[in-house]
T-cell receptor
Framework: AQSVTQPDIHITVSEGASLELRCNYSYGATPYLFWYVQSPGQGLQLLLKYFSGDTLVQGIKGFEAEFKRSQSSFNLRKPSVHWSDAAEYFCAVSGGGADGLTFGKGTHLIIQP | GAVVSQHPSRVICKSGTSVKIECRSLDFQATTMFWYRQFPKQSLMLMATSNEGSKATYEQGVEKDKFLINHASLTLSTLTVTSAHPEDSSFYIC?????????????FGDGTRLSIL
């Protein structure tokens, strides 16, 4: 069965500092990988996705993620965070198409002034 | 583009009531829609997958008679929580995907906060 592990429940970063959120996945075939962001009481917004090709993918809001097959990882990065980045971040995996997503437990990002 | 509208955003009702939640894709045809449930401060769990014109596929442990899903058109799926009880209180989120191509991501609605008294 597929699974996603986000080892950090909470992360606190100073505004302007760099950010890396960790994600490890378990999937039997080539995975489709996603990062979503959720503000309190809201739905999910897609930050970026990886299906194939270049393992470094660029997303919205200055985020990027790198797929590392050998480490089964898909870590999310941002060079300089803004206070508006404070939210819950979810990594997810699927087989694509009509497959539902399997989510990690999420990482709560806190931005310090 | 790729906007998914979910309605209502919040429902408070008495135990025993049935509640219907709508999920609409506003600017694309959603061949597949998904329903997820999220408990407070927890992750999203897939409940069921619905394809237009066919019966929904439910995940293990999800009662199909409790959570009725209808996907009658390419832009609308509904989730009806029948005879809701307090333990059904949760945040329900739908997503929609155009699965003509396998690399299409899911686009999420803003969710429905269901509170059963």
């Amino acid at each position: 069965a597929q699974s996603v592990t986000q080892p950090d429940i909470h992360i606190t970063v100073s505004e302007g500092a760099s950010l890396e959120l960790r994600c490890n996945y378990s999937y039997g075939a080539t995975p489709y990988l996603f990062w979503y962001v959720q503000s309190p009481g809201q739905g999910l917004q897609l930050l970026l996705k990886y299906f194939s090709g270049d393992t470094l993918v660029q997303g919205i809001k200055g985020f990027e993620a790198e797929f590392k097959r050998s480490q089964s990882s898909f870590n999310l990065r941002k060079p300089s965070v803004h206070w508006s980045d404070a939210a819950e971040y979810f990594c997810a995996v699927s087989g694509g198409g009509a497959d539902g997503l399997t989510f990690g437990k999420g990482t709560h990002l806190i931005i310090q002034p | 583009g790729a906007v998914v509208s979910q309605h209502p955003s919040r429902v408070i009702c008495k135990s025993g009531t049935s509640v219907k939640i709508e999920c609409r894709s506003l600017d694309f045809q959603a061949t597949t829609m998904f329903w997820y449930r999220q408990f407070p401060k927890q992750s999203l769990m897939l409940m069921a997958t619905s394809n237009e014109g066919s019966k929904a596929t439910y995940e293990q442990g999800v009662e199909k008679d409790k959570f009725l899903i209808n996907h009658a058109s390419l832009t609308l799926s509904t989730l009806t929580v029948t005879s809701a009880h307090p333990e059904d209180s949760s945040f329900y989120i739908c997503s929609a995907s155009w699965t003509a191509y396998s690399n299409q991501p899911q686009h999420f609605g803003d969710g429905t906060r269901l509170s059963i008294l």
